[in-house]
Antibody, heavy 121, light 110 residues
Framework: EVQLLESGGGLVQPGGSLRLSCAAS????????MSWVRQAPGKGLEWVSG????????YYADSVKGRFTMSRDNSKNRLYLQMNSLRGEDTAIYYC??????????????WGQGTLVTVSS | QSVLTQPPSASATPGQRVTISCSGG????????VYWYQQLPGTAPKLLIY???QRPSGVPDRFSGSKSGTSASLAISGLRSEDEADYYC???????????FGGGTKLTVL
């Protein structure tokens, strides 16, 4: 059974940093591209970033480029999102999503339950 | 403003058929597969349709997807109360080098 468990969310002040983590199990982690997708309160889904199975390719949404860094540790089956220079508009539930294929742009077949990030003073 | 355009809402009565549209362009739907996700209230999204018209195991055949040119649609037949949810289309976009979503359609079962 595929399981994706996000952690690391919380309350952070504007300009601050946070590191999200996603623990994956139930599938061959290195064979799958992974993504982070967020959902602001009462809003729709927004793709944030994607990474290939090997970790060699990453893509970012323009809204987070230069501030967020996505990485993975294939030896631990873990995915990360380092978020710096956080803004109020980054407030959202952040979902870890498993790609159907190994590419960084692979669309998703499984989602975690999400972790809430609140950016506020 | 979402790159993929969906109607914000749709409604129908139990047993009826409803269709949700998703309009894009040549850099996304026109070239790449379309995926559809269902998000029940207070839960994470769930894959409903992949590769334009394929259903993952466990998804009832009441749900079907299609694509033509730069548009796609999701059809739900034999509507049930438990189908009341938000529905999102998504695709890869070459111009943006990223995944794009529709704004979501809130389906109400009357």
């Amino acid at each position: 059974e595929v399981q994706l468990l996000e952690s690391g969310g919380g309350l952070v002040q504007p300009g601050g940093s946070l590191r999200l983590s996603c623990a994956a199990s139930g599938f061959t982690f290195t064979s799958c591209g992974m993504s982070w997708v967020r959902q602001a309160p009462g809003k729709g889904l927004e793709w944030v970033s994607g990474i290939s199975g090997s970790g060699g390719t990453t893509y970012y949404a323009d809204s987070v480029k230069g501030r967020f860094t996505m990485s993975r540790d294939n030896s631990k089956n873990r995915l990360y999102l380092q978020m710096n220079s956080l803004r109020g508009e980054d407030t959202a539930i952040y979902y870890c999503a498993k790609g159907r294929e190994g590419t960084a742009g692979s669309l998703f077949d499984y989602w975690g339950q999400g972790t809430l990030v609140t950016v506020s003073s | 403003q979402s790159v993929l355009t969906q109607p914000p809402s749709a409604s129908a009565t139990p047993g009826q058929r409803v269709t949700i549209s998703c309009s894009g362009g040549s850099s996304n739907i026109g070239t790449y597969y379309v995926y559809w996700y269902q998000q029940l209230p207070g839960t994470a999204p769930k894959l409903l349709i992949y590769a334009n018209n394929q259903r993952p195991s466990g998804v009832p055949d009441r749900f079907s997807g299609s694509k033509s040119g730069t548009s796609a649609s999701l059809a739900i037949s034999g509507l049930r109360s438990e189908d009341e949810a938000d529905y999102y289309c998504a695709a890869w976009d070459d111009s943006l080098s990223g995944v794009v979503f529709g704004g979501g359609t809130k389906l109400t079962v009357l």
